[in-house]
């Protein structure tokens, strides 16, 4: 059967690749003796697909991968199982299973939701006013036209459309942007036009960049948590 | 850990940033406030090497069995980083509480090769901590060196408190209750020395006096206190099966260089071989039952989530139980997916049968390590392997499907001839025969492929070959060359491949293997011009070296070139391995006789290592 497990990275695994993340989970789900389906072979290994790579440096508290697994127990008890063998910044707080038409975690992904808050070094040279206001004016814009690096050239794009929702409060910046395989809008694309609107210079290191959550359709035009596209059991 | 000593910018601007970060699983947490003895472990070189170190595992979790000690951990910090602790003044920290090392009580480093003395100085220069032992004083760490290299430790001896001669099971016990006296009482720095100094297996350097004659050799080594021993003898484990084993090893995020479970089967080595230093220091050769074997696999296995596991020995092939123990591991693997790797196994019908189980033959190469081009030279290094033996294994390889070969050789070794260099190519072009003969050519499937790969010998202490020149940098040069140009000549020289290692590593390598004190002030200033990472091609540079041996009035060639009489006192004589130097004699007039030894098991050589009363020696008698 399929399973979507839902997971976080936080503290210092922000600095662990998402390679060694998923080696990680390789031994993980064999400490805790999860039933996961194997390739066969001279070196089989687990059937286990990531969603996107999420690049360094950010903590997420909603990331996915699907697996097949062979038997399952409850919900409840897997997670609790999973998390006595695992490390406290990468745990797991959700699994569920699959319909067997759902596509994988991979190409689903059409948005994710940010918390992004000044740190030590940032808050000595940027005033929250000056973020706040910087918000203001982005979200009051009818286009944002950008520069955009893809892997041949330089394109410019309008990216207004790929920011859903951005909202400043309580000394933080909430963050709603598209994403997944087309029109995938990085919270530091949008920090550095923030930053270069405001006059501020721009260092991605004063900033915490935290994820709350990855997003797909769920085919009647809304964006929910990828967990929905299975039930707990 | 949730807090880093580095910021995320620096972390950020690093390769690897997850060198720095600890939290691996099975990571010891205690708080450092409630422990007597703060100890940073110290492997110097990168994290991926010294993750991969089973040693630093076993004393990682020995120690911090000990409820009144806290081991961490440390490596070198790779060049990138090394010179932003250096710019922003970073002290270098442990990766368990990411606290400045000067601040813990002992710094332990493992010297596993020669080529990191200075790293050792980057750790001690980098944690702030004064490089020479004898600016230290009781506010810094107690620095202790151990590992292979401690058994020739007079090359940098000026940098360590003290040397640990030996296996770090057995003399840890009174080190760690001495030094909790020391840091509660007032005794002094040099009565805590002098006091280790009386624990078997501890070597303090700057207990003992060294005069040289006129021509630069040691005229005598001698104690300069009443209590310290003329001669210190390492310890070991007699009891092997009972030694402290890490149920719990740490799991690096990072994949490190030997990521994987790993049994230690056995250790030490009956064979014998003449030039490897292995052999003879680690000797008696003892072994671990395989009862104790199966359950450590299956709890090692379940603890880390491992899908690997591998066999840690010398020589696996004559480890008693391996016939039963590999066929635990096959259910295993078959039941639970894990992959086995075995290394050092002599190819023969036994070992092929159980490869081809356990890997891909058209993957993987064989590995034979005849070490030497003809008989005769083979049989002047008493590397018993025949070249029937070798003909053979590869054509029984080759009918079962594998069809690329890896060769090992030396090149340089004692009474080495151009017919012994040429005898590289011959032999590898006689297994490519033997492929052409063995397998019809519908059945071929990719083509033949012979690697065969040259390091130069380096002689070591405590080996029959401690007393051999090593070649000048030309002759090592022309001798490969003359290999390679014998290579081209070769029918088949398409299937074949050869390689060989850089002569100034080396050299070097050979120089500090058989250095003395004088060596010390070569390494640092080489240090302070700059070398760190000298393992590493891409970091050593010769001109280091040179300079500073120039600065230093030395010649290295002393130490790599002059054959030494068996008379000369040499820098390592008053360490202890536990093999007579008379045993060492012998068998060095038995090389130069070609006259081969038998191993431990069919026939004792009166070695000495008897007198430690466990192993091979008592297994039966012979």
Redo the contacts between chains.
Sequence with gaps: MKVRIKYTKT???????HL?VM??F??????A?FDVR?TQ?????QILSFAAPMP??LTSEGEYFDGEFNSVTTTFDMVETFNQ?A?P?LKITDIVILPDNAGNAMSVVTASDYIITL?E?GNRHITADKLEAGVHFLTEQQEIMVMRKTKKKEVLTDIRPMILKAEYSDNRIYLFLTAGSVNHLKPELFLEVLCENMDIPY???DYNIHRLETYMDDGAGNRVPLIEAGRRF | ??T?AL???I??SVEK??RY???E?NMVVKDPEQVEIRYAFCFPDVYEIGMSHLGMQILYDMLNQREDTYCERVYSPWPDLDRILRDKKIPLFTLETQSPVRDFDILGITIQYEMCYTNILQVLDLSQIPIFAKDRTKEHPIVIGGGPCAYNPEPIADFFDLFYIGEGEVSYPPLLELYKTYKKSSMSKQEFLLKAAEIEGIYVPSLYEVTYNADGTIETIQPKYENVPAKVKKVIVTDFNAAPYPMKPL?P???ATQDRVVLEIMRGCIRGCRFCQAGMVYRPTRQKDCETMKKYAETM???????DISLSSLSSSDYEYLEELIKFLIEQMEEN?V?ISLPSLRIDAFSLDVMRKV??VR?VSLTFAPEAGTQRLRDVINKGLTEEMIVNGAREAFQGGWNKVKLYFMLGLPTETDEDAEGIALLSERISEEYFATVPKEERVGSVQITASAAYFVPKPFTPFQWAPMLDREAYVNRAYHVKDTFNRMLNKKRLKFTYHDQDISILEGVFARGDRKLCGVIYDAYMDGAIFDAWTEFFDMSRYERAFEKNNMDYKFYTERERSVDEILPWDHIDAGISKDFLIREWENAQKGIVSQNCRSFCQGCGAASFGGGVCFESKN
């Design positions: 503290g210092p695994m922000r600095f662990i690749s060694d080696r990680y390789q031994k993980a789900l064999r400490r003796e194997y072979g001279f070196s089989p290994h360094l440096g063998t490390s910044y740190n070094e260092n991605r290191w | 850990m949730e880093l910021s995320d910018e972390l950020m940033p997850a970060i600890g939290n699983y799991v995020m990072l994949r296995l379940r603890n880390t989530g491992y899908e997916h992959n890997q891909d993957k």
